[in-house]
């Protein structure tokens, strides 16, 4: 459970990453996400790959655990790469294994596309591993603003998903407590037929959902307690603020960008 | 059964930057048949050590022993739902555990789950009802309809259904009123008894401690920090509160009244009663030395 | 004569129509700057007086008076303001994904400006001891330390009376013995009533005045010195004596006669000290 559990995971830290206004971390994001998909060569894939990599050097979280925390991606690119190595018939033929042609254009294409989806999986998760949840709530509640226009309550949505957020953890402890609870009393949750396991679930689940139910209550109480009653009138303690480091990272990032067009062979 | 830890060490999340120390160097060993209580502050490792007594968690280095059944890094029991069955768990706020439509199927769940007859299941209900403080009239009834007082009792008798040889208790009175909480510490401490279990409480009240336990242990960070009879641990006060935990009130009295009036009444557990008579004895036998 | 803060005139309430009277013809009445502790058993009706007293709960009969105002569906926020809760789960009433944030929960709902906002953070996190803690999230605190946020986010909406409804129920012995001093403290230099719903019974006589709930009924009104001086009849309704009172009791049956009924260590020490020195 550990490992999917780390997926995402905000891990503090001072960096230059972590400090990053979380706006521009998100567009950054958005742009490489797009990017990623013109490079179309060595020198283009380089630089891309060069840039994932210093930033997360940048970020100075150990690299073992990012990787770690990519354990369930990691059949996914494997599966991708041998998919390719398998379907696509271009260039020579390099080995014949089992009655399989592997041509030279599979094994660069294979190549090419796993690395392309390392590196969107490794750049996203640099996002959430240096972001604390409610920052990125918050730079989508400020990036979402002009949708207040139109009457889409952008500051319900934004409180929901913070406090979702901060109940993740506590709800994991939760799931823990009780299948711990239930494990002792005899519940195999790991072994056995299907449909047995299934039927293991129900006395994990409802005990789950009457204490989310129940927290629920209690916590509307006790935001109702102090003095809640909507986004209207409301004064916010968070503001986000473009510090001039977002706008020098911004620039070099554009000039990775520009760098990569110029390499990429047309 | 007699439990034994060896240099138990535990680790949550190793091998991340989370990783936390959990259990340092752990070793005890407890003979069969002892009431133990577990003591400490505030995350000290307290339910990390109890999670070992039944293999919910493995020790990351060291050897756990429960009677025949060895848990090490490398290898858990095969025979784990054996084991299972023999450790009866009442975890902090065990009415969060129930799920069932009814309070007798929640209570069966267990010993079910464990391969129990049927018509054994329903016997040890017959018997555990009562014992718990409980009217059969509930049996009926959805768990989820009842106050919080019977919820806790439901899920207790849920896990004494299992019939286990030793009973793990963590804090099991938290949020009761006094004599709810009275009730059921007085009823796991007769079952303790009758049925010569092995019980293992952890609990922040040193009254609780002193009063039923035959051994304590005091944890503090992860560690073991003092073990032996209450009478050992508890007239400690340096010590203790050194890892901020108080003495039992009783010794504070006892404290109290050897500096001020400079006669020393020993610790042995005695009720407050006993203690009244003391305190008028010493008081006769001053004034009949003057 | 003290001024009244809090009034319950006759009050009695249910959950729904076709459920029992949870309270019943209830009345008593909480002064200016007075500590109040409220026990009784499980189910006794604490928490939905809590609950009535911040109008998350009306009465179906009789009537609620805070600071002069009756509580309705229309001055309840202004009662809000005046009324600080803290409840008994600390996961379950944190509201933001960091400590600041939460502190800053109840006043960015008042429209409180953020200059003011900041300032009052690090105030009531210096009352509860708590500054260094800013940007902590809440799963890396102890239940101890959530507390004593939500505490602070209380405080800094300025109320005029803090309730605790067993806020310190999970927390150990010393984190509630912290707690406790936290807000002794902060009801002395603040000038604030104070209502804590326990079952702890150092909590209670610590309190200047106790009200024992019964079945829905105030059951009695009166010092804790008074309440605890009828041991059995708290036993018979549920409750425990501290030890102290015990011993005292036990020392009354050996004929020992203590002039007062003491309530902490001292004051027994003291009149055994009398008594030792007459013998
Ligand atoms: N699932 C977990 N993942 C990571 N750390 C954990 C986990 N469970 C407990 N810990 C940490 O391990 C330490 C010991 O926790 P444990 O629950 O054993 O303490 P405890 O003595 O039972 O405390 P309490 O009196 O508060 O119940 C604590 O510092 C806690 O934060
Ligand atoms: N939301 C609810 N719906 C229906 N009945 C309720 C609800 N909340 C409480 N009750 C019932 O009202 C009665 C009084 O409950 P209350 O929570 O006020 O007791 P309490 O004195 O605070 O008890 P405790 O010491 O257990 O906290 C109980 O019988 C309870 O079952
Ligand atoms: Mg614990
Ligand atoms: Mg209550």
Redesign the pocket.
């Known amino acids: 459970m550990n490992s999917m559990m780390i997926i995402g995971q905000y891990v503090p830290g001072n960096s230059l990453v972590h400090r990053l206004d979380p706006r521009m971390k998100i567009t950054i994001i958005f742009l490489f996400v797009i990017v990623v998909f013109f490079a179309n060569n060595l020198a283009s894939y380089s630089i891309l790959t060069a840039f994932a990599i210093i930033t997360t050097f940048i970020t100075r979280i150990p690299l073992r655990f990012i990787l770690k925390g990519l354990t369930p991606i990691w059949f996914l690119i494997v599966f991708t790469f041998v998919l390719h190595l398998i379907v696509t018939k271009e260039g020579t033929v390099l080995v014949e294994i089992l009655g399989f042609k592997i041509y030279s254009g599979a094994l660069i294409q294979g190549l090419a596309i796993s690395l392309r989806f390392f590196l969107l999986i490794l750049i996203t998760s640099l996002l959430t591993l240096t972001t604390t949840p409610i920052e990125i709530t918050d730079a989508i509640e400020d990036m979402l603003h002009g949708l207040k226009k139109i009457k889409f309550p952008v500051h319900e949505l934004a409180l929901m998903m913070s406090i979702s957020l901060r109940f993740i953890p506590t709800l994991l402890?939760e799931t823990?407590k009780i299948s711990k609870a239930q494990a002792s009393r005899g519940v195999d949750f790991r072994t056995g037929p299907i449909k047995e396991r299934i039927k293991a679930i129900v006395p994990l689940l409802v005990p789950l959902f009457v204490s989310a139910f129940k927290r629920a209550e209690e916590l509307a109480m006790a935001m109702e307690a102090r003095g809640y009653q909507g986004g209207e009138g409301r004064t916010k303690l968070r503001q986000l603020k473009i510090k001039s480091s977002d706008l020098i990272v911004l620039l070099f990032f554009l000039a990775i960008v520009v760098g990569l067009f110029l390499t990429r062979s047309y | 059964m007699d439990i034994t830890f060896k240099d138990v060490n535990y680790i949550?999340?190793a091998n991340s930057p989370?990783a936390?120390k959990?259990l340092e160097k752990l070793s005890f060993h407890i003979p069969s048949g002892t009431f133990v209580a577990v003591v400490?502050?505030?995350?000290?490792?307290?339910?990390?050590?109890i999670q070992h007594l039944n293999g919910l968690l493995t020790p990351t280095s060291g050897e756990v022993q429960i009677g025949d059944y060895y848990i090490t890094s490398e290898k858990k029991p095969e025979n784990l739902k054996e084991l299972r069955s023999k450790v009866g768990v009442v975890f902090?706020y065990p009415e969060h555990q129930l799920f069932d439509e009814t309070v007798e199927k929640d209570i069966s769940f267990g010993p079910r789950n464990f391969g129990v007859a049927e018509d054994e299941i329903n016997a040890r209900i017959k018997e555990i009802i009562p014992a718990v403080g409980l009217d059969e009239k509930l049996l009926e009834r959805s768990p989820f309809d009842l106050s919080g007082g019977q919820m806790r009792r439901v899920a207790i008798a849920g896990v004494l259904a299992i019939k286990p040889e030793i009973l793990v208790l963590d804090?099991p009175t938290a949020g009761l009123d006094p004599r709810g909480q009275r009730e059921i510490m007085d009823m796991f401490y007769a079952l303790h008894k009758e049925q010569n279990l092995t019980t293992f409480l952890?609990t922040?009240s040193m009254e609780d401690a002193v009063r039923y336990a035959d051994h304590v242990i005091i944890?503090n960070k992860?560690t073991k920090y003092m073990e032996g009879t209450p009478e050992e641990v508890f007239t400690q006060k340096e010590a203790l509160n050194q890892v901020q935990l108080d003495v039992p009130e009783i010794i504070q009295f006892l404290n109290a009244f050897e500096s001020r009036f400079g006669i020393s009444l020993a610790f042995k557990r005695q009720s407050v009663r006993d203690l009244a008579t003391q305190i008028k004895e010493a008081f006769e036998g001053v004034k009949s030395d003057e | 004569m003290r001024e009244k803060f809090i009034e319950f005139r006759n009050v009695s309430f249910r959950y729904g129509e076709e459920q029992p009277w949870v309270l019943e013809n209830v009345s008593f009445e909480i002064y200016k700057d007075e500590w109040v502790a409220i026990i009784g058993h499980n189910g006794s009706g604490k928490s939905t007086i809590a609950k009535l007293m911040n109008g998350l709960l009306y009465p179906q009969q009789g009537e609620i008076i805070i600071n002069g105002i009756q509580v309705t569906a229309e001055t309840v926020w202004d009662v809000r303001k005046q009324v600080g809760m803290v409840f008994q789960n600390p996961d379950n009433q944190f509201v933001g994904t960091t400590v600041q944030d939460d502190v800053a929960f109840g006043m960015e709902n008042r429209g409180v400006p953020r200059e003011e906002m900041v300032r009052r953070i690090e105030e009531v996190l210096k009352a509860v001891r708590m500054e260094d803690y800013l940007l902590t999230e809440p799963h890396r605190l102890?239940?101890g330390q959530k507390q004593r946020i939500a505490i602070a986010s209380v405080l800094a909406i300025k109320p005029q009376v803090l309730i605790l409804d067993e806020a310190t129920a999970m927390l150990?012995p010393r984190g509630r013995k912290e707690i406790m001093q936290t807000v002794s403290e902060i009801q002395e230099r603040n000038e604030i009533s104070l209502i804590t719903i326990t079952h702890d019974l150092q909590e209670v006589v610590q309190a200047e005045r106790v009200i024992v709930m019964n079945k829905g009924h105030v059951w009695d009104e009166a010092t804790p010195r008074e309440v605890f001086a009828k041991k059995d009849e708290l036993r018979e309704i549920g409750l425990d004596v501290p030890f102290v009172a015990i011993l005292a009791d036990e020392l009354k049956r050996n004929n020992m006669r203590l002039s007062n009924e003491p309530l902490n260590h001292e004051e027994l020490l003291e009149e055994l000290w009398t008594l030792h020195s007459k013998m």
Do not use: I, N, P, R
């Open positions: 402890q823990d | 949550y999340q989370f936390h959990a400490g502050h505030t995350g000290s490792g307290k339910s990390t050590l902090q804090e952890v922040h944890m992860g | 102890s239940g150990d």
